[in-house]
């Protein structure tokens, strides 16, 4: 065979079929695959140049770090297909790189940090048994449900020997994965590849930046730096008041009558008004300490079980009440990195230049730009917005680059929001089939079904 495509379809090592193929990387190759119970995975395939036992040995290492946010190799060998010497990986199943959300805009602040704690804790792994990864950008990062991994096939091992490879060799193979961090945060911030003076990103991500590029901070000053350790507060023990305190607090004070101006004379720490100075509490024991006086407030007769009668009725309905409109209204489970979709108005001359292109496009294609008919049911929902014409132009680009797919502007509430909507009202099952059609054909991550019932 002499192209990639010409492999899917195929089964590897009489186990793995190849259901499509992801990506090619030079004589490796990416496709889905399917796990015995049916779910999806990620196998790579590569040709062997006498060096299957040098990569076996590899992902043996890898396999058994078991950290989280390395992606997890299932299972590993060799084997031939069609007279070509082969090796083979499988990993567990992604649902998208980072590459793919830096193309469309920059990362947060807070998901740079997920990114960068992720990334930090996997490398440090990896530098640990003596790999060093060599790979580090966006598309090596990529997002396991909720978690975001790096990726672990491509690794190598670099450990100091005194025949072939020296020490200086592997300090600078881990130095050089320092650097590449520092460079990948500055894409998620920046989108740019080379520091200048110019720019300016968020602490402390400009220390963290800065020193990794110069080669003057490790891993473990960049985790320090973006995750400073918490202080231990250790509690001392009550200093005893004197016993001439203690009688004066357990006999009440009397106030004299006032006469003239009033004065209030302060001895020591306590007040002869019988008000006790309650030293400041530390930061580490405020919340302990405010439970205590809590309970002491309430311990008297039936108050207590009253009270607590009365908190745990209110918890169990506002429970009831969360399962009752979640149990309505599912939604898709985010991507770590791809927020909600958010309605942006935008000026009201593009806003009219994109109607008038929805318009034209809209004839081009042939492709109605009218709202859709309300139609209750399970609907999919891929972008949002708060002007129609801009959801129909929307419509036209998708009818023309995915017509398969039947998208319709759809307007539930008879005004804004509009959403393009994936086909019309359906049964839910029917909406899954169409979401994970609709995700593997290239539309957002964030794409969604949600249950909408007649007005």
Not at 166 to 174: G, I, V, Y
Request: glycine content about 6%.
């Amino acid at each position: 065979m002499k192209l990639w495509n010409d492999y899917e379809g195929k089964t590897i090592a009489e186990v793995y079929p190849l259901r499509k193929l992801l990506w090619p990387e030079g004589r490796s190759a990416f496709f889905v695959t399917s796990a015995q119970d049916g779910a999806a995975e990620v196998i790579r395939i590569t040709e062997s140049l006498n060096d299957e036992h040098e990569m076996l040995e590899r992902w043996r290492q890898v396999s058994a770090v078991r950290q989280a946010n390395l992606v997890e190799i299932k299972t590993f060998g060799v084997t031939t297909f069609d007279g070509v010497p082969l090796t083979y990986a499988v990993m567990e199943g992604t649902d998208g790189s980072l590459a793919e959300i830096l193309r469309e805009r920059p990362l947060t602040a807070a998901e740079t940090m997920q990114v960068a704690m992720s990334v930090l804790a996997a490398l440090s792994a990896l530098h640990a048994i003596g790999l060093v990864h060599e790979h580090l950008e966006p598309a090596s990062v990529v997002a396991t449900g909720e978690v975001v991994k790096l990726r672990s096939d491509c690794v190598r091992a670099c450990v100091a020997d005194s025949e072939f490879t020296p020490q200086s060799t592997c300090d600078e193979l881990r130095r050089r994965d320092v650097q590449d961090v520092a460079v990948l945060l500055l894409q998620c911030l920046t989108l740019e590849r080379q520091w200048t003076s110019a720019m300016r990103v968020p602490a402390p991500f400009e220390q963290v930046i800065r020193h990794g590029l110069d080669g003057t901070w490790g891993l473990a000053e960049m985790e320090r730096a973006l995750h400073p350790p918490v202080p231990q507060v250790v509690e001392q023990p009550p200093v005893p008041l004197p016993s001439s305190t203690v009688q004066a607090q357990a006999e009440p004070v009397r106030p004299e009558p006032m006469r003239g101006p009033a004065r209030v004379q302060m001895a020591g720490p306590e007040a002869v008004l019988g008000v006790r100075v309650v030293p400041e509490m530390r930061p580490g024991t405020t919340r302990r300490l405010h439970l205590r006086r809590l309970v002491a407030s309430t311990a008297s007769g039936e108050l207590v079980p009253r009270r607590w009668l009365l908190a745990g009725a209110a918890a169990f309905a506002v429970v009831l009440l969360m399962w009752f409109f979640l149990a309505r209204s599912p939604v898709a489970r985010p991507s770590p990195w791809l927020p909600a979709p958010e309605m942006v108005a935008p000026p009201a001359q593009e806003a009219s230049a994109a109607a008038d292109g929805s318009v034209a496009a809209a004839k081009g294609s042939g492709a109605p730009a009218a709202k859709a008919v309300m139609q209750p049911g399970w609907h999919v929902i891929a972008y949002t917005y708060l002007h129609e014409g801009q959801a129909a132009a929307k419509v036209a680009t998708v009818a023309r680059l995915h017509p398969g797919l039947n998208p319709k502007v759809f307007a539930p509430a008879g005004r804004e929001p509009y959403f393009v909507a994936l086909g019309g009202g359906m049964s839910e099952s029917e909406a899954a089939a169409v979401l994970r059609t609709a995700r593997r054909d290239g539309l957002p991550r964030d794409t969604f079904i949600r249950l909408y019932r007649s007005r």
